[in-house]
């Protein structure tokens, strides 16, 4: 009987003492809960301070920027040069020496000072400047202006100067070009009718009529002789074409060729040249 009222009296009192317990734990979680999250707080903080570490470290590795001497040589993987055919690359290495090499990172550098001042070069249309940010370089594609017609003061001297088809009159220190370039000699001398004022229509027509020449004659021409401007004449491998004036009835004379070409190679004689200045055509011996 005793020990059934003992046993009473302590489940009473565990049964009172239980919202104790239970909130002494659920004190106990939360406290554990927040040692957690300030852990978690402090391993984040850690990664953030490690990784903006990690990014300044990289960012001030110096293949993130050009070398000082980068400007100094062609022979330097930092520099890549192409598409230039008239303009040598030591022309373009000048050009770019007339500034300082960029400090700063290559993906902050602003590469339109150097690709004005390359465009100062005649012979250059247009630049395409490519940064590689790491390890820093600089790729230089130039477009170069496509010479037309080249000038010569006579046929047995190098050209002087070219022409190119927008106009632009570019000088000796570019000469002599590439045989890849299909152009027409001009001969002149300068002083009738000054090439160095000559635009792009007139540098043109000059072309127009060379290629209709050979258009319909099936031969190249070898030059066009405008030292007399009111007086021109064109040569290809069979005989001297005499033009006269250039004036707008010029093609409609060219187009008298294909028909006089053949009598001139049945001639036994030699052929001074064939005159189209008339509505006749005319074929002068070489007395």
Known sequence: M????????NYVKRKRNKPLRDAQFKRQIRQSQRRISQIKVFFKLCIIAFITFLIFFILKLPQWRLPSSTFNSLNNPHLYINNNQIVP???????LRRNQVPLQPIFL?????????????????????RRFWFPARLEITVVERTPIITISPNNEVQPIAFFSADGKLIGKDYMPLDAMYDTVSVLTYGLEDDYRKWDATKV?????????????????VEYIDYR??????????TVNIRLGTLNSGIYDKINRLPSLIPQVKMINKKVKYVDLRWDSNYIKLDE
């Not at 005793?2 to 009296?9: D, F, K, L, R, V």
């Not at 550098?109 to 012979?123: G, M, W």
């Not at 401007?229 to 491998?237: A, F, G, M, S, W």
């Open 228 to 237: 007399n401007p009111k007086d021109v004449y064109v040569k290809i491998p």
């Open 204 to 220: 043109n027509n000059l072309k127009k009529i060379a290629d209709l020449i050979k258009s319909e004659t099936g031969e190249k």
């Open 2 to 9: 005793t020990e059934n009222i003992e046993n009473s009296g």
């Open 89 to 95: 690359d030591t022309k373009i290495l000048s050009a």
């Open 109 to 129: 550098v602003n590469t339109e000072y150097l690709k004005e001042s390359i465009l100062k070069l005649e012979p250059i249309q247009d630049v395409y400047i």
